[in-house]
């Protein structure tokens, strides 16, 4: 009876001791999904966080990148963080719009159209993203631009009528409220499918950034480019709050310093491809063109009648954030 006891006492030490490795290991080995590809700037915003992480945490957190929705696919990211599946993701803001008003500010269009703009409305929303986040139990580390939405057809557009009926892809819930403003059939394609999709007639016109069309070869099954500028858009990185505050503050420091880094460079590199990434469509024979007055005239309308949506659905907080925003 006794050296069943001690067996078991054994058996349950070594039980206990590869317990306490696996959380050990889970504690120092961070899975990070992001959803789009190598080539795209913010993957590679993404590295260069992970690799500060790593070169400065003295061996006691890797992060680990899995791009291009191999781990987890770009719908489940948010998911994944909140219930610990992984430690921490990077998601397009705009996804998350069901889930809380300030998420869909991020698409909203005509409210912020250049970059100066952009990163005053998002130092004005940081706030409220944050709050969000935390009642999700995530902690905003970073964010990252695109380029500006421009509009992308198989014809000129010098007026919402020559797309009346046509079937506009949308990849959030508020970018399906501007497809049906803007006349057309909202159609949710994702990234990877978009070249299937316009060579078989799935969708017919997108607005989205240049670095997109560049990334997927839009010239191959695109014929134009009008430079609307309809909103900055951006991507964020946040972890699961339980599992970054088990980290010691050294660790949690190295976070924060990289994630603020990674923040600048990215803001950079968003401005620098706005230009270089419109340049390559032009190289590759799609026909550049600026939006006419009347174009411009009709997506301004669109973007007050949602700005006022957004401020019914977001109520005091959000005139608090548009009222931070035009102080700044």
Do not use: C
Request: charged share 20%.
């Amino acid at each position: 009876m006794k050296f069943v006891t001690n067996r078991t006492a054994v058996l349950l030490a070594s039980l206990l001791t590869l317990g306490s490795v696996g959380s050990a290991s889970a504690e120092t080995r961070w899975d990070m999904p992001t959803p789009y590809g190598d080539g795209t700037h913010q993957t590679q915003v993404a590295r260069s966080f992970a690799e500060e992480v790593n070169a400065n945490s003295n061996g006691k957190l890797s992060i680990n990148i899995h791009s291009g929705g191999s781990l987890i696919k770009h719908p489940e990211i948010h998911r994944a963080v909140k219930t610990r599946q992984v430690q921490i993701g990077e998601v397009f803001i705009g996804r998350l719009g069901n889930l809380n008003p300030i998420f869909k500010l991020d698409n909203i269009p005509f409210l912020a159209t250049d970059f100066d703009s952009a990163e005053k409305l998002y130092q004005a929303s940081k706030p409220e993203l944050r709050k969000a986040l935390a009642k999700e139990n995530l902690i905003l580390l970073y964010a990252s631009p695109w380029p500006a939405q421009d509009l992308y057809s198989n014809k000129p557009v010098n007026s919402l009528a020559d797309l009346s009926g046509l079937k506009m892809r949308s990849y959030s819930p508020t970018t399906s409220r501007l497809a049906d403003l803007m006349g057309t059939t909202p159609v949710n394609i994702p990234f990877s499918d978009v070249a299937q999709a316009f060579t078989t007639n799935a969708i017919e016109a997108m607005v989205t950034s240049p670095s997109t069309g560049v990334n997927g070869q839009s010239w191959d099954y695109i014929s134009h480019f009008t430079t609307i500028h309809a909103w900055i858009p951006k991507n964020m990185v946040f972890a699961n709050k339980r599992i970054f505050d088990r980290l010691d503050e050294a660790t949690q420091q190295v976070i924060l310093t990289a994630a603020e880094n990674a923040e600048k460079k990215g803001w950079a590199l968003g401005r620098k491809l706005a230009v270089e990434h419109t340049d390559t469509l032009a190289k590759n024979g799609i026909t550049i063109a600026e939006p006419s007055d009347q174009l411009i005239s009709e997506m301004q309308q669109i973007g007050q009648t949602m700005v006022s949506e957004w401020l019914s659905e977001a109520g005091a907080s959000g005139d608090a954030v548009l009222d931070t925003f035009q102080s700044l």
